[in-house]
C-alpha cells in the first residue's frame, strides 16, 4: 500500500467514538466527491450518546451528501446533509423511534428529528438561535 492509499484508509477507518467510524458517514454517491466525510463531531457525539442508551445498532443510511449526489436524491441544497450535520438511521424493527426522540431533545444542540417508520432524521442546530425542526412520516400516520 502506498502513502496516499494508508492516509485514505487511516481517513474512512477513523474511530468518530466508541461505535461510529467516519467512513459510515461517508457521501453514497457515485461518481462525485470520491465518498467524502465532513461529518460534524456535534452529530456523532448525539449518536453515541443514544446509541449507548439504547443499546441497538445504527445504521446510517445517509451522512454526508455532496451537492452533486444531493441533486440526484432531489434534495434540497440546503440540506443539513451537505453540510455534515445530518443523519438517517435505521434502527432494528421495534425499536421505539419516539422514545429515541424523546431522549435526544435532552441534547441542547439538537437541530432536527424526523421519524419515519424504521428510521430517523436527526440533525444539530447550525446556530444556537436556531429553531427547532420536527416531523413525523410514518405512513400509519398519515
Ligand atoms: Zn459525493
Ligand atoms: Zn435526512
Redesign the pocket.
Known amino acids: 500500500m502506498n502513502k496516499i492509499q494508508e492516509a485514505t484508509q487511516a481517513y474512512f477507518n477513523e474511530q468518530l467514538s466508541e461505535n461510529f467510524q467516519r467512513w459510515e458517514f461517508a457521501?453514497k454517491?457515485n461518481p462525485?466527491?470520491?465518498?467524502?466525510a465532513p461529518i460534524s463531531q456535534e452529530l456523532v457525539d448525539i449518536l453515541q450518546f443514544l446509541r449507548s442508551i439504547f443499546d441497538v445498532p445504527f445504521i446510517i443510511n445517509r451522512g454526508f451528501?455532496?451537492q452533486?449526489?444531493n441533486m440526484k436524491l432531489q434534495s434540497k441544497l440546503t440540506s443539513d446533509h451537505c453540510l455534515g450535520l445530518a443523519a438517517d438511521v435505521s434502527v432494528p424493527p421495534g425499536t421505539d423511534i419516539e422514545d429515541i426522540k424523546s431522549t435526544a431533545l435532552h441534547w441542547r444542540k439538537l437541530g432536527a428529528f424526523g421519524i419515519y417508520d424504521t428510521h430517523f432524521h436527526i440533525a444539530v442546530r447550525r446556530r444556537e438561535s436556531d429553531p427547532f425542526r420536527e416531523w413525523d412520516k410514518r405512513v400509519a400516520n398519515e
Open positions: 457521501c454517491g462525485c466527491c470520491g465518498r467524502s451528501s455532496c452533486i449526489h
